[in-house]
């Protein structure tokens, strides 16, 4: 089971860590040309900023904390952080009607939810 949920720590963190790291440093004018990006227009650059970053902290703590042993339970936290994240970004794309978005916002859901439970309990 420990290595599933390194599998799926390691996933996760490498998809937040380029959807971050895109939020952050992408102007947000340059993410609304972006066709799979038309949430942006219902935030500030800001706001857009700040989900970045805690995007990218969030996938820092899926693995660092677990993997230097100091302080595990940031691991979980983490997960839990993120699955929150996504029952965020499925508010707003269900509000937006942007069903195609939907199913990954589910999935990201779902491991992060599974990372969360299995450290809770390791």
Do not use: C
Not at 94 to 105: D, I, V
Request: charged share 15%; glycine share 10%.
């Amino acid at each position: 089971m420990n290595v599933v949920l390194w599998i799926v720590a390691g996933v996760l963190a490498a998809l937040y860590l380029g959807a971050g790291g895109m939020k952050l440093v992408t102007p947000r004018e340059k993410l609304l040309e972006n066709p799979n990006m038309g949430w942006t227009a219902d935030f500030s650059a800001t706001a857009i900023k700040a989900i970045g970053a805690i995007e990218i902290v969030g996938a820092i703590g899926l693995i660092l904390p677990w993997a230097l042993d100091i302080a595990r339970v940031l691991t979980p936290l983490a997960a839990t952080g993120l699955a929150i994240v996504q029952i965020g970004a499925i508010i707003v794309h269900a509000r937006r009607k942007e069903t195609k978005a939907l199913p990954m916002n589910v999935v990201l859901l779902v491991l992060a939810a599974f990372v969360a439970v299995g450290r809770f309990a390791g």
